[in-house]
């Protein structure tokens, strides 16, 4: 069975400050995919990033980083530089199963909470 | 393009009633997914449809059911409420039903049982 831990339940930082938030999944696929979600006070989840299980490259998209990790199985985001308005819940997600779309669907974390304070 | 929408976006019921929440997928998406968000349990996968099929089903009773309409839109019922069924439920679509797609979220229906 899939699983997605995320360790940190609540950080707060201080404007200005770079954040990590950690993502441990489990999966017996070897074809699978990874997901980033942000979910502000308003409720909607907002889609961040996507990663299948044969990229490891890690990626950086402004003030936003990815570190990928199939060795560890982790899948790590880092913030540079937080703002207010990163202020936010963070999903980590797993998405794994048949092709064809049977078994199809996301495993989500439960989330941290992240607030930054000006 | 519009995202995923959402209707109502809040509900009070009382236990015992039932209720019907609709969701309309970003155009062009064939695949709705639902997902209940509760403080204690997170968010739980309920079931997923696409091409108006019901393709996976999560660890819920049968109370919860659901349908897609042929122009995608999708619709879940819960009856016979429960206090343990408030809870915010997310809609999300995806262009196909694959592991690969990425699902996109709507706003929510907040659902309070009383």
């Known amino acids: 069975a899939q699983k997605v831990t995320q360790a940190q339940t609540e950080i707060s930082v201080v404007e200005k400050e770079d954040v990590t938030l950690d993502c441990v999944y489990e999966?017996?696929?070897?074809?699978?995919?990874l997901f980033w979600y942000k979910q502000p006070p308003s409720g909607e989840l907002v889609f961040l990033i996507r990663?299948?299980?044969?990229?490891?490259q890690n990626e950086i998209s402004g003030r936003y980083s990815w570190n990928f990790q199939k060795s560890t199985s982790s899948f790590n985001f880092t913030i540079t530089a937080s703002q207010v308005v990163d202020s936010a819940v963070y999903f980590c997600?797993?998405?794994?199963?048949?092709?064809?779309?049977?078994?199809?669907?996301?495993?989500f974390g439960k989330g941290t909470l992240l607030t930054v304070n000006p | 393009k519009a995202g995923v929408t959402q209707t109502p976006r809040y509900l009070i019921k009382t236990r015992g009633q039932q209720v019907t929440l609709s969701c309309s997928p970003i155009?062009?998406?064939?695949?709705v997914s639902w997902y209940q968000q509760t403080p204690g349990q997170g968010l739980q996968f309920l079931f997923e449809?696409?091409?108006?099929?019901?393709?996976n089903k999560g660890n819920f009773p049968g109370r919860f059911s659901g349908r897609q309409f042929s122009n995608s839109r999708s619709e879940m019922n819960v009856s016979t409420l429960e206090l343990g069924d408030s809870a915010l439920y997310l809609c999300?679509?995806?262009?196909?039903?694959?592991?690969?797609?990425?699902?996109?979220f709507g706003p929510g229906t907040r659902l309070t049982v009383l």
């Open positions: 449809y696409f091409s108006e099929t019901q393709r």
């Open positions: 155009s062009g998406h064939r695949s």
């Open positions: 999300a679509s995806s262009r196909l039903a694959g592991r690969a797609d990425t699902q996109y």
């Open positions: 999966t017996r696929d070897t074809t699978y995919y």
């Open positions: 997600a797993l998405s794994e199963g048949g092709s064809g779309g049977s078994n199809y669907k996301l495993t």
């Open positions: 990663r299948n299980s044969f990229d490891e």
